[in-house]
């Protein structure tokens, strides 16, 4: 079992910056596929981006592609998302999630074996 711990969000004006973190639990994570997912009031979850165990493939949403960078540690066991030029739709709780598998399949789907609590991103006008 991995579990993951996000930190980072918070309350930010729009144009700015946030960094958010996937502290995961276990080693293992440094084989599986990590990814970000978003999930905005009153709307349902979507994915965000997504990195191989290596971090030689990513993905993006074209929502955040140009903006977001999404990274990871496999010595500390951790991911990234560095969020910048953030807007009010940008608002969101933000998960991470993890598995093995390539990273088109966190585009297209949600059955993934671990997931975080998430973390609240608000950006302001």
């Known amino acids: 079992q991995v579990q993951l711990v996000e930190s980072g969000g918070g309350l930010v004006q729009a144009g700015g910056s946030l960094r958010l973190s996937c502290a995961a639990s276990?080693?293992?994570?440094?084989?599986?596929?990590m990814g970000w997912f978003r999930q905005a009031p009153g709307k349902e979850r979507e994915f965000v981006s997504a990195?191989?165990?290596?971090?030689?493939?990513?993905n993006y949403a074209d929502s955040v592609k140009g903006r977001f960078t999404i990274s990871r540690d496999n010595a500390k066991n951790t991911g990234y998302l560095q969020m910048n030029s953030l807007t009010p739709e940008d608002t969101a709780v933000y998960y991470c999630?993890?598995?093995?598998?390539?990273?088109?399949?966190?585009?297209?789907?949600?059955?993934?074996?671990?997931w975080g609590k998430g973390t609240l991103v608000t950006v302001s006008s």
């Open positions: 990195i191989s165990w290596s971090g030689g493939n990513t």
């Open positions: 999630a993890a598995d093995f598998g390539d990273v088109a399949r966190f585009r297209y789907s949600y059955a993934l074996n671990y």
């Open positions: 276990r080693r293992t994570f440094s084989s599986l596929t």
